[in-house]
């Protein structure tokens, strides 16, 4: 049991909120399963549990000692610095080395006396351990981390309290992976990655012989590198149709059996309601609905008592039935399908007007842009590596920066800005009552994109999905001419992105879009503009 991950009937809660109820999970090395779910379903409580940060409420948890949890905000000490980062995922694999050398050498010193058994043992664990994390190629497997992860120009000394959330995440990613522990947990860890690290997060996650368990909205991520993918959204008959939650296979392939599974879940639910009202008129029969206009006629009293009688009995025989059908029927009741977060109402205002004409910008050694324009409903999609500039583009259409060199020229009414990191000013608030500091007249109800139960939560206690979608839910609210999304599928639920990326292709709003999405920019029809660093 010691290499495998074994999880059976988990429940958690966080904040006095059943978050998972009944989860069952398991993996053996080589096999790599994606955690998906709509915002709040568990994914990060899942792991959490399994790194051991978050003690259950009951259920049975086995992992490998050899763990590894990489958190959304990367879970680093903000007191470290970068090389001390690195070097603590390094320092396990030197001494495996080290230590492998020192027994390699009492065994030679010690053949002229017989070969100690323990000894022997010893050498043949330390040797395996080694050879399983590849621990001879740690210091090159660091360097080229840090390189394809866009780490180089942190100098080591630089406090981590100092970097950005991405630089953060691809920090801890690449120690993670450098490590090679047998157990991976890892949390939406292509957010904050381009197409290079990208190839490179997806190449070293296939070659490692251990366990990979990642909760991830990529879906070409998931296509590449699952061998599992297990849904933690309520289904009644599961994403295997039998009540299972986990399909064996990639993301496209499940998200066809997903499909497949809610249509036979409402089917179900719409067949079961109609059987019931059936039932139920049944139950409610009366003598006149079985002989419906059967007066008795003159001298054959005796014959109608004597048919009234056996009419009443066949309707007390017919309302029995029913009853007791109906009673059946309770007892395995089908659930009603819950209605899916969906992103309703979005962008579809009057005709809108943003225009934005951008030239000879620089920002510090942040962005070089020599010319963009952007037409009245245009659809932009911005490409370009980590540390381009898209991040700072946008500040600029948005208005919280200034450019050193250059004009920005946006012609917006109302400009709308979805950041990668949402933080809010009053953590305390709740989500309620932060929308309606922006649309007093509006409800986050009719938008539904947060469950009702989730309204008067404090934005502080919501997943970092769930105040994504509350930003985003503010953001539609203002009924924007100008929408700005700096990588807008980060901790969003796989369905709802693809809403949102149906609403920005019918919006009359002028859209522009930073992303590293691959899914998104496969299928992006409006025009492109590539921010290259200089």
């Not at 309520?234 to 009540?243: E, K």
Request: charged share 25%; hydrophobic share 40%; net charge neutral.
């Amino acid at each position: 049991m010691s290499s495998t991950l074994f999880i059976r009937d988990l429940t958690a809660s966080l904040g006095g909120r059943v978050v998972l109820d009944g989860v069952d999970l398991s993996a053996r090395p080589g096999e790599r399963v994606g955690l998906v779910g709509e915002n709040g379903s568990g994914k990060s409580t899942l792991l959490r549990v399994a790194a051991g940060e978050l003690a259950p409420d009951g259920g049975e948890v086995f992992v490998p000692a050899d763990l590894g949890h990489l958190p959304q905000d990367g879970g680093l000490d903000p007191r470290s610095t970068v090389g001390e980062v690195l070097h603590r995922a390094l320092a396990p694999l030197h001494q495996a080395v080290a230590r492998l050398e020192r027994l390699g050498t009492a065994l030679a010193e010690g053949a002229r006396s017989g070969v100690d058994d323990a000894l022997a043992a010893d050498y043949d664990a330390a040797l395996a351990w080694a050879q399983s994390h590849d621990a001879w190629d740690a210091d090159r497997r660091s360097q080229v981390a840090a390189q394809r992860l866009g780490l180089e120009s942190l100098r080591p000394e630089r406090p981590v309290a100092e970097l950005s959330g991405g630089e953060r995440g691809r920090l801890a990613l690449a120690a993670l992976l450098t490590r090679q522990p047998a157990c991976l947990l890892l949390d939406e860890p292509t957010n904050h990655l381009d197409d290079d690290a990208l190839d490179f997060l997806e190449s070293a996650l296939l070659g490692l012989p251990g366990i990979v368990v990642t909760a991830s909205h990529d879906r070409v991520f998931l296509d590449r590198v699952c061998t599992g993918v297990v849904d933690l959204d309520p289904s009644h008959f599961g994403t295997d149709g039998h009540g299972g939650r986990r399909f064996t296979g990639g993301y496209s392939t499940y998200l066809h059996h997903k499909r497949a599974a809610r249509r036979r879940w409402t089917e179900a639910y719409d067949a079961q309601q109609a059987e019931r009202a059936e039932l139920q008129a049944a139950a409610s029969t009366v003598a006149h609905d079985v002989a419906p206009g059967r007066a008795p006629r003159d001298n054959d009293g005796f014959i109608h008592h004597f048919k009234g009688s056996r009419v009443q009995d066949t309707v007390r025989r017919r309302v029995r039935n029913a009853e007791q059908r109906l009673a059946s029927l309770e007892r395995r009741a089908i659930p009603r399908p819950p209605r899916p977060l969906a992103l309703t109402g979005a962008f579809d205002g009057p005709v809108r007007a943003g225009r934005i004409r951008v030239r000879e910008v620089v920002v510090g050694g942040r962005l070089h842009l020599d010319r963009l324009d952007v037409a009245p409903g245009e659809k932009l999609l911005l490409t370009g590596p980590n540390g381009s500039g898209k991040s700072t583009l946008l500040d600029l259409l948005m208005g919280r920066l200034r450019p050193d060199r250059g004009t920005v020229d946006v012609q917006a009414a109302r400009v709308g800005h979805l950041p990668q990191d949402v933080r809010f000013a009053h953590p305390g608030q709740s989500a309620q009552a932060v929308f309606e500091a922006v649309a007093p007249t509006r409800t986050l109800a009719e938008l539904g994109l947060l469950a009702p139960g989730e309204h008067r939560r404090p934005v502080g206690q919501l997943s970092l999905g769930q105040q994504r979608r509350l930003a985003l839910a503010v953001l539609v609210a203002i009924g924007p001419d100008l929408v700005l999304l700096d990588e807008p599928s980060n901790h969003l639920s796989l369905t709802l992105v693809e809403e949102l990326e149906e609403a920005l292709r019918g919006t009359r709003a002028t859209v522009v879009v930073a992303t590293h999405d691959r899914w998104l920019r496969r299928r992006w029809s409006g025009t492109r503009a590539e921010v290259v660093p200089r």
